[in-house]
């Protein structure tokens, strides 16, 4: 074994829960085990406690005893145990901290104490694995995302350590830049290194997985093949189920398939033994929850003025274009996901809606009035803004004071709409409390009521689930429809195709600047020239209902005289 | 032509500041600048030490003004015709050396490591805190607030700088245990480049050790 825990707990000094309790695992030389669990589950906890980081960085109350490697964590510092664990942290930008990538990547070889000409060698063989070549000589803050996770994956993988924890690898990456990540992972654990993926999205790992390991409250409450685990009662435990487990489960099929070729196959032999004519004659019902949901079902939609009109879009930077020609009208009531690429333009694109950005050319109308005369806030009392990283946002000394900044500065303080809205999020309990002492969770919840706090007509979500747990996602999906119910217009931008599919009733696909394709999402996801253009897949939901399809097909050639 | 120590070329630079601030006629500063030109010249850095001259030729051309006032116009054409000379110095040393040998030639002049260490991570720092100013900002306008212009910025401060020192520190704590994690505290640190002087280094510094001396003593 490579990793040992022997009933571990530990809880942060200055927190009252346990962080970990009584956790016995064993971890084997060359195998993948994916953790899931809620926020606040411990999944961080068990990484920093795998490396030494904990005790040894973060104090506490810690028992029972770490092995990796065959080294006690509490009797070797952390630069004793650096080069046999490697742990790649959430947040990219605060874990890169050379000026090259280059440097980046020899800074562990040089604490390691190795000679230049190892480094050297190490540094050729690691860029070559995770494709790191042409980025070697270029300053980490002008790589994307993506770049940066392979750079951090690339330090630690360098130094050769036995076992390699990643904390949310996948919450930042488009769905190109997932589908590079496995192909490095695998090739990671062909050479026996452990793999321990820490992942709230589990369908983009556990095909893959050995192990599916599900923690709750710091305790391990399921540790199996992924299949068995599958099996069992996960609601209680906030978990983002495979869209393919979730939907067998839905059934009550016993079947657990992790990948496309596994479900379709079973689908076949249900279907030969005539298990599937229920499911294939009432389909609308099956498919209740997994196609986009198919119009804005609202009635307003009609009769008003569009909400926004963008037409013929162009803006650049420094003699770059970002945008152009982009044509686009969001209608009332509408669910609108804003899908493609890192880099394609789509935070470029909204941040035109309220003026934070100009455009060189072309007209933006905002509820049929040009919005070339307006600043930024007075378009602010018409569309709102969430943004993935609430901390950007929060500076008031509490909650209630946070909520109405907006309302108070554009006086427009709508008494009982904030009420609602503070009751909507559960906030009255925190209102008191100060912004920055809440979980990341709840500051979300405060960052979504702080911009629907002056009744926008216009909502714009950015990567409203990356990094959240099934239960947030599922209030999310709530609110969304709340609001479009208001004939208010919601807008999502992410990488998140599956909650794009499920949620909204139009995608519009950036690609390089321009709208690719604009249409509901199964009739995008149909199009293989849109896809290859935008770099997207469809989703494992539409790959499923398109099998059905072509099922119901055959089966209604059988049934015909 | 191998590449000089960072710490001879360091060091000279240091010299020629030297002589250049003693030294006090236009015509010297003038053929100093030259010089200097002809080097960037030579290093094929005319492009970038163009870009160089927008900024710094301002803080001149401010220099030149302020001095005129207040001395005469000699002493504007010197200080002026210095500070161009003396940001062309430190543009060829900063230019000519990967940031990662300048903490190493900081050590290796015996600056303590994490001193070292720190001031050259300090510059990716600024550039990640520099992004997330410019969402702040934006964040926050998107709320109704106006940050537009220097008076209302300054009104609103607290809702700029607030999440940005909270990031800040957030950011601070989590790069620390990265670092740890990657081996910062350990014993037996090598680097990767280990700077050797070279004859060349020797010639280069006492060249400009010998002009210090003949020039200024």
């Known amino acids: ?561 | 032509m191998p590449p000089l120590d960072p710490r001879s070329k360091l060091i000279s630079a240091i010299f020629v500041a030297g002589i250049l601030i003693a030294l006090n006629d236009w015509s010297s500063q003038v053929a100093g600048l030259a010089i200097l030109i002809g080097v960037v010249l030579l290093l094929r850095l005319g492009r970038a030490w163009l870009s160089l001259l927008k900024g710094l030729g301002y803080a001149a051309g401010s220099f030149f003004l302020i001095v005129w006032v207040t001395f005469d116009l000699a002493a504007a054409v010197v200080v002026s015709l210095r500070l161009l000379a003396l940001g062309t110095v430190f543009f060829l040393f900063f230019k000519t050396t990967a940031p990662e040998d300048l903490s190493n030639t900081l050590v290796k002049l015996g600056t303590p490591y994490p001193f070292a260490f720190v001031l050259s991570a300090s510059m990716q720092f600024v550039h990640v805190l520099m992004q997330r100013a410019a969402n702040i900002r934006d964040a926050q306008r998107a709320r109704g607030i106006p940050l537009e212009g220097p008076l209302s910025t300054f009104r609103h401060l607290p809702a700029l700088l607030g999440p940005l020192l909270v990031q800040a520190f957030k950011l601070a704590d989590e790069l620390a245990e990265a670092m740890e994690a990657r081996g910062f505290g350990a014993p037996g640190r090598r680097f990767r480049r280990e700077p050797h002087l070279k004859i060349s280094d020797w010639i280069l510094m006492t060249a400009a050790a010998g002009l210090f001396v003949t020039v200024v003593l």
Not at chain 1, 424 to 437: A, H, I, T, V
């Open chain 1, 1 to 561: 074994m490579v990793l040992q825990f022997e009933h571990v707990s530990f809880r942060y000094s200055g927190i009252s829960e346990w962080g970990l309790r009584d956790i016995d695992l064993i971890v084997q030389p060359g195998e993948m085990v994916l953790v899931a669990g809620a926020s606040g589950s411990g999944k961080s906890t068990l990484c920093r406690a795998a490396t030494g980081l904990i005790p040894h960085f973060h104090r506490g109350l810690w028992e029972g005893r770490v092995c990796v490697d065959g080294l006690d964590t509490k009797d070797h510092p952390v630069h004793e145990l650096f080069g046999h664990v490697g742990l790649t942290f959430q947040n990219p930008d605060a874990q890169i901290f050379n000026q090259t990538v280059e440097a980046e990547i020899a800074y562990g070889l040089e604490s390691l104490g190795l000679a230049s000409a190892e480094i050297e060698r190490r540094l050729s063989w690691v860029s070559d694995v995770a494709e790191l070549g042409p980025l070697l000589n270029r300053p980490p803050y002008s790589l994307s995302g993506g770049e940066k996770q392979r750079v951090i994956l690339g330090a630690i993988l360098a130094l050769k350590p036995r076992v390699v924890l990643l904390d949310e690898p996948f919450t930042h990456l488009d769905p190109g830049g997932a589908e590079r990540l496995r192909t490095l992972l695998h090739s990671v654990r062909s050479e026996g290194t452990a793999l321990i993926v820490a992942e709230h999205r589990l369908h983009e790992a556990v095909a893959d997985a050995d192990r599916l390991i599900v923690l709750n409250e710091g305790k391990v409450v399921a540790d199996g093949p992924p299949r068995n685990v599958l099996a069992e009662d996960l609601f209680p435990f906030g978990l983002n189920l495979p869209p393919l487990v979730r939907f067998f489960r839905e059934q009550d099929w016993k079947e657990r398939p992790l990948t496309l070729d596994e479900a379709t196959a079973v689908l076949k032999d249900k279907f030969h033994r005539g298990e599937l004519g229920r499911l294939i004659s009432s389909d609308r019902l099956a498919f209740k929850n997994m196609g986009g949901s198919q119009s804005s079902a609202n009635s307003s939609e009609k009769d008003s003025t569009p909400m926004i009109e963008v037409k013929d879009l162009e803006f650049g930077y420094d003699g770059e274009t970002v945008l152009q020609g982009v044509n686009v009208t969001l209608n009332r009531g509408e669910c609108v996901a804003l899908v493609g690429r890192n880099g394609s333009g789509k935070t470029t694109l909204v941040k035109h809606f309220n003026r934070l950005l100009k455009p060189k050319r072309g007209l933006i109308k905002i509820l049929g009035q040009e919005a070339g005369t307006k600043t930024v806030s007075e378009l602010s009392r018409h569309v709102g803004f969430a943004w993935q990283n609430p901390n950007d946002q929060l500076f008031q000394a509490n909650v209630r004071d946070e909520v109405l900044t907006g309302p108070r500065v554009l006086h427009a303080h709508d008494r009982d709409w904030c009420d609602r809205l503070i009751e909507r999020f559960g906030l009255e309990p925190l209102l008191d409390r100060s912004p920055f002492q809440l979980s990341e969770g709840q500051k979300k919840r405060v960052a979504f009521a702080t911009a629907l706090a002056v009744k926008p007509e216009l909502v714009v979500l950015d990567e409203p689930t990356a990094g959240q747990d099934e239960p947030f996602r599922r209030e999310l999906a709530v609110l969304m429809k709340e609001l479009r119910a208001e004939g208010q217009t919601v807008v999502v931008v992410t990488h998140d195709l599956e909650f794009a599919a499920q949620h909204a009733n139009r995608w519009v696909v950036l690609a390089e600047g321009r709208v690719v394709a604009d249409g509901p999402p199964n009739a995008v996801m149909a199009d293989a020239r849109v896809l290859a253009a935008s770099g997207l897949r469809p989703t494992q939901s539409f790959q499923l209902r398109e099998a059905l399809e072509r099922l119901g097909k055959e089966f209604r050639l059988d049934a015909a005289p």
